[in-house]
């Protein structure tokens, strides 16, 4: 105020000497009035500002901006990806393939003549090319799964349908004739190798097979053909990097079950997607588990000994689900849920196989047994279990030689009784006998399983490189 009534003065002395006291109150009164108003409109102004910014900001947050490719521009930048990644990957493919040093975040770089894994580790900062090796990838990764080999194969193979068919549509074909002709050639390419594939009957072709999985390592290659002889078709063969001067061969007793983990937040290996527990407490269950009460006294005894926990069960529901996950996630109990494999009468012999071999009780309502009466003697053991999203392998079971043996017997009687009269009749005992016992290692169900093993694989440490895993290797070629 003091700087505006000076001013005023000063403009006054200026024009004229002889204005009086009560013009300049009008002016200065007029002047704080033009320079309040001046303020207000600022503030509105500001006011308004504040408001289409937050507008603004709540839009974006709201919404995301999509970039939408048609026709020849979105083909061909999603071509440019198969063809980018293939590229990549090809050079892995067949007995004579180059490896592929991929960068990592953290350590030295990956060396590696997996086609699977060069696929992973590619992106692309467009994202239309991204969707196009996504396509690829995801061929990649089911072919993996199903044969655990033969992905730089399908890669090349993916490409080569893709490129075509682009060059199909770009010249006028119709896609869905196109789609029709693609399905029909591939039964017949996969009817014509069918029809020329030759089976492995020996020990020196499986051998060669792995030679040639094994980037041509003749010595695991015949590691691998030893570990087929002793476990069989129905065994399981698991490889591992070991920390000896020797490639080593390792046999383990063990059970094979054709389920899996009923929820992916079991894992604790994120990098193979599988569930492993060391000396874990087993608690087989023949019904349902719906309720919180019914397991509280198995967390805690497996809390109280600090030990990891595999319950067995015809179904675990909602509620017995959620405490699960959340002590595994929360309280760090390493804690694991499947369905018991079978049906019926059959999972009641599955259950009891299981409890044979682990040297746990099976607890059912029929003989009075229910999960809040349970004595931790009912609970059985092992040395490991490995849970994938299929199957589960347990491993070297505390359970008694004797009762397992008697177990197997059983199972062998039933066989016996399962066989045409005929034979009973005119086949020799001893022959009938090695015929029984032939169907039961065949047998797919777990009563079979029994006797199945593992065969544990430790290669010898590299320094020069990592060893690439076994997915691109004959199959590939």
Not at 86 to 98: L, Y
Not at 211 to 216: C, D, E, V
Request: with cysteine; glycine share 6%.
């Amino acid at each position: 105020a003091s700087s505006i009534s000076l001013c005023l003065f000063s403009s006054e002395s200026i024009c004229s000497t002889t204005t009086t006291t009560t013009t300049t109150t009008a002016a200065a009164v007029f002047v704080m009035y033009r320079l309040a108003a001046n303020l207000a409109s600022k503030s509105r102004i500001a006011r308004n500002n504040a408001q289409q910014i937050s507008s603004n900001l709540s839009w974006r947050r709201n919404y995301a901006a999509k970039d939408i490719k048609f026709g020849v521009d979105a083909r061909a930048l999603m071509l440019r990806g198969v063809e980018e990644l293939a590229d990549a990957v090809k050079v892995t493919m067949g007995p004579k393939g180059r490896n592929v040093v991929i960068e990592q975040s953290y350590g030295a770089p990956k060396v590696t003549k997996d086609g699977v894994t060069v696929a992973k580790s590619i992106e692309f900062k467009d994202r239309v090319k991204n969707v196009g090796a996504s396509l690829v990838k995801q061929v990649a990764n089911a072919t993996n799964d199903v044969a655990g080999d033969g992905t730089t194969c399908a890669t090349v193979l993916t490409r080569a349908i893709y490129s075509e068919g682009c060059k199909s549509v770009a010249a006028g074909m119709n896609a869905m004739d196109l789609r029709r002709g693609i399905t029909m050639a591939v039964d017949s390419v996969v009817t014509n190798l069918k029809s020329r594939a030759r089976m492995i009957s020996t020990s020196e072709e499986i051998a060669q097979v792995g030679t040639i999985s094994a980037n041509g390592e003749r010595e695991i290659g015949e590691l691998i053909a030893k570990a087929m002889e002793k476990v069989g078709k129905e065994g399981v063969i698991t490889i591992s990097d070991g920390k000896t001067l020797y490639n080593e061969l390792e046999v383990v007793e063990g059970m094979k079950l054709d389920r899996g983990y009923i929820s992916p937040y079991f894992i604790t290996n994120p990098k193979n997607q599988k569930c492993e527990l060391d000396d874990p407490l087993i608690l087989i269950h023949e019904k349902k588990i719906s309720s919180l009460n019914a397991i509280v006294k198995v967390l805690e005894l497996a809390l109280k000994n600090q030990r990891s926990l595999l319950i067995v069960a015809e179904d675990i529901e909602s509620e017995a689900l959620a405490t699960l996950i959340l002590n595994k996630l929360r309280a760090g109990i390493k804690v694991c849920a499947i369905k018991a494999p079978g049906f019926g009468e059959n999972r009641k012999s599955n259950l009891q196989d299981l409890a044979t071999l682990t040297g746990g009780e099976v607890i059912t309502d029929e003989l009075g047994m229910n999960l809040e009466k349970m004595a931790p003697e009912m609970l059985g053991t092992c040395k490991r279990v490995t849970i994938s999203k299929d199957d589960t392998v347990i491993l070297d079971g505390a359970g008694d030689k004797k009762s397992i043996e008697e177990r197997c017997e059983q199972v062998v009687v039933l066989l016996f009784y399962m066989l045409p009269r005929s034979w009973k009749i005119f086949l020799p005992p001893i022959l009938i006998r090695r015929l029984v016992f032939k169907l039961f290692k065949m047998l797919s169900s777990v009563s079979s399983l029994l006797t199945t093993t593992e065969a544990v694989i430790v290669e010898l440490p590299k320094d020069e490189k990592e060893t690439p895993s076994m997915g691109s290797g004959m199959g590939d070629y």
